[in-house]
């Protein structure tokens, strides 16, 4: 299991387990501070060019540059951080939400000049649902985040749209606005996406799924369908076999690859059971 899920999930996935969220944390100013400022600032974001932010630290000294890293890394694991889910998850994670917002994406805004790409979704949490708070907190955060301007969401809804991300490719994302709260999903994209631009530089924004994927052989074609999906170039093909193979090493365990396998040949495994890839993350 991921280091969240150590910390915040007693050794179970951290995003399924809000229960384990301490009062403490829930009356946390800091916090709604965090979660109350983000959206109505949204707008006026026009952040620097992040790929120039990684290039001048990737072309720092080593030493110099892993410091910069475990700063950064410390500071985004406290406030926002992020983690791949595949769609059973999201499911059950949509699933435990009161309000679901959906918003334009800040990435494709900083990166590409987009204010209309909407593959974002700000969640609330059910609050007195998950956690049996007290009025006095539940005032706070029944609600959810300022939704402003945006667009509300049923849970069937906000699926369906999730369910078509995941046909164009797209991988999905779960955020947290102060760790461990779960703030919102995102559906992430190589091309410009700026967590997976940081992982092109080693540096880590989000973790890895609970699961890594594997090739049923029996079942593959070797039709290669699968291979244009994975945005970690994990998959692979045997020319000899021919037969397609995932690479533990580097798979994400995103998941979307199943969505382009007609033989069902593609499943995701526990990583934690996994003795390749059980402890990266
Ligand atoms: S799409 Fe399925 S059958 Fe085709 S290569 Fe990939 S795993 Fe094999
Ligand atoms: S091989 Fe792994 S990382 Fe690549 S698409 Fe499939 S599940 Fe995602």
């Given at each position: 299991m991921c280091q969240f899920c150590?910390?915040?999930?007693?050794?179970?996935?951290?995003?399924l387990n809000a229960e384990?969220?301490?009062?403490?944390?829930l009356n946390d100013l800091e916090r709604r501070r965090y979660i109350l400022d983000f959206l109505p600032k949204y707008g006026s974001w026009n952040g620097p060019k992040f790929e120039e932010e990684f290039q001048r630290a990737w072309k720092a000294p080593a030493w110099l540059r892993k410091f910069i890293y475990r700063f950064r890394e410390k500071r985004y694991q406290r406030d926002h951080f992020g983690q791949v889910v595949p769609i059973e998850d999201l499911a059950q994670v949509i699933n435990l939400a009161s309000s679901i917002v959906r918003i334009p994406c800040i990435c494709r805004k900083i990166n590409k000049g987009r204010t209309d790409a909407e593959y974002c979704f700000g969640l609330g949490l059910d609050a007195e649902k998950?956690?049996?708070?007290?009025e006095a907190?539940?005032?706070?955060?029944?609600?959810?985040p300022?939704?402003?301007?945006f667009d509300r969401l049923t849970k069937e809804e906000a699926l369906d749209l999730h369910r078509n991300f995941e046909k164009q490719g797209l991988i999905h994302t779960i955020w947290t606005f102060k760790t461990p709260f779960i703030g919102g999903l995102c559906n992430c994209d190589r091309a410009d996406c700026i967590a997976m631009l940081s992982y092109r530089y080693d540096f880590r924004s989000f973790f890895r799924a609970e699961f890594v994927a594997q090739v049923e052989n029996d079942a593959c074609t070797g039709c290669r369908e699968c291979h244009s999906l994975c945005q970690f170039g994990?998959?692979?093909?045997?020319?000899?076999?021919?037969?397609t193979f995932i690479d533990p090493?580097?798979?994400y365990g995103c998941g979307i690859c199943r969505s382009a396998c007609e033989m069902d040949a593609i499943h995701l495994a526990p990583r934690n059971e996994h003795p390749l890839a059980q402890n990266l993350w």
């Open positions: 150590h910390q915040h999930g007693e050794g179970k996935k951290w995003y384990n969220y301490s009062e403490e944390l998950l956690l049996g708070l007290k907190f539940l005032e706070t955060f029944q609600r959810g300022e939704d402003g301007p994990a998959i692979g093909f045997s020319v000899m076999d021919q037969k090493i580097r798979c």
